[in-house]
């Protein structure tokens, strides 16, 4: 039951047929034989397709299944920087040794840069400048464009009761946006010189006019083989380089990774 409980006789329903009175008791109207009330509207019928709501399956909890594939990627990263430090030491045999040594040559080459037209560089060719906006000021530029650019209008308080609309302004300067083309000095060629001992050298340079020696590059590198492995070191510079006697000892730190991390000559 609906509703709190009221004394006294209900109300007589009227029939929607011919308008007589009747009882609220009665299940039909006394002068024409209608039925009184309305009869349950069927429950409509699921749409094609759509399964109820009580079949369908449980809402994905993305937010979760994102979390958890957060955490194994940091997982992950934790067990390889783990495995990167985790060194283990086996003794190990050089077997043989690398090196080479390059020297660049320059030349001036034409370059091209872009600049303000105040901040390009005496002798250089300029080309096609174009007005771009630079800076904002608070004043006009006399000697360069100036647009005033203004704000959204505020009211600020008097202090009597009154308020003022005010407007903040300042002037966008244009500039020109320059492209030129300077000579600097660029590589070129390289020369080489490489070799599997150790008695590194540099490579002979022949410059022709206009051409100046570049950059000096040397790399190093020394062959181990342990435990029927074979491990490859870099070596910093010539020195540390001729220590690497072929078939000397060396106790190689080798990480969970199995990379090699540092080596050390063999007792």
Known sequence: MVGA????????VKCPACGTANPASAGTCQACGRPLGAAPSA???????????AQRGPAVPWALVGG?????????????IFQSFNTSAVTGTVQAVRWERSIGIEAQQPVQHSA??????EGARVGTCELRPRQFLDAPDPNRRSDKVCGTPYSVDQG???????????????????????LE????DRVRAAGADLQPYWPDLSLTDGQREGRHDEAYAVSFAADSQAYDYSVGDAGEFAQFAPGSRWI?????????NAVEPAQ
Not at 116 to 121: A, I
């Open 68 to 80: 958890i594939a957060g955490l194994l990627c940091l997982a992950g990263l934790a067990f390889l």
């Open 116 to 121: 303000w037209v105040d901040q390009v560089p």
């Open 5 to 12: 409980f009221q004394p006294g006789a209900a109300a007589p």
């Open 43 to 53: 429950a409509p019928a699921p749409a094609a397709g759509l399964a109820p709501a």
């Open 252 to 260: 190689l730190k080798i990480n969970g990774l199995g990379g090699l």
């Open 160 to 182: 009597d009761g009154t308020s003022k609309v005010v407007q903040d302004c300042q002037y966008q300067i244009y500039d020109d946006y320059c492209p030129y083309t300077v």
């Open 185 to 188: 000095w660029q590589e070129v």
